[in-house]
């Protein structure tokens, strides 16, 4: 079973460990378009509030350790298109710029979500 997983922050990463731990034999491949994975974004509050100054306390596992474990990681990688009928992903390599297709049994989406600011006077205010 090949079981991929678009976002390696903490849900992609999560679910890979959890994968991981329930299918010793499974191809595990994770998709991110950063350079960092495993990030707990439950610590921000006490880094900002200056509890630490180190940023790189808030990652949890580093890429190294989940390839280790048997979890391909693929850091500045950007999933393009999904064909849910096919179970195919286009991806970019954002490195080299090269585009690739690559198939999947299981799919993930872990990619977080974005902010949406009402529309409000003075927002830009400092």
């Known amino acids: 079973m090949k079981i991929v997983i678009i976002g390696g922050i903490a849900a992609g990463m999560s679910a890979a460990a959890k994968g ?25 509050p006490y880094f900002v509030g200056d509890f630490f100054q180190n940023p790189n306390w808030m990652i949890a596992r580093k890429v190294q350790r989940m390839r280790d474990e048997g979890v391909d990681v693929q850091v500045r ?13 286009e991806v970019k390599n954002l490195e080299t710029g090269d585009v690739f297709e690559t198939d999947y049994d299981k799919l993930m989406v872990a990619t977080g979500a974005n902010v949406i600011m009402p529309p409000f006077e003075n927002i830009a205010l400092a």
């Open 20 to 44: 991981r731990r329930v299918d010793k034999e499974a191809e595990i491949v994770v998709y991110e378009m950063g350079d960092i994975i495993s990030f707990g974004a439950c610590g921000l």
């Open 77 to 89: 990688h950007q999933v393009l298109k999904v064909k849910p009928e096919a179970k195919t992903l």
